[in-house]
């Protein structure tokens, strides 16, 4: 994606379920660089980490949909 591009995190994972069903983890990139990543727990639940914020102070958030 190009640089300071925004990702529906809902909509990036319900399209790799699609293509792989057991997907845990899903990587995005902007502008060349690693931008967010997301992946799935034990329990189910998508968490979304931005490697510019966890560099600084472990941050991330879990979607609504498990």
């Known amino acids: 994606m190009p640089p300071v591009t925004c990702c529906d995190m ?5 399209l790799f379920r699609v293509i792989d069903p057991g997907v845990r983890r899903i990587e995005t ?7 967010t990543f997301y992946w799935r727990d034990d329990r189910d639940r998508w968490c979304s980490i931005d490697p510019d914020v966890t560099s ?3 941050q991330f958030a879990y979607s609504n949909d498990a």
């Open 10 to 14: 809902e909509g990036c994972i319900n």
């Open 29 to 35: 990139y902007a502008g060349g660089q690693r931008d």
């Open 56 to 58: 600084a102070g472990r």
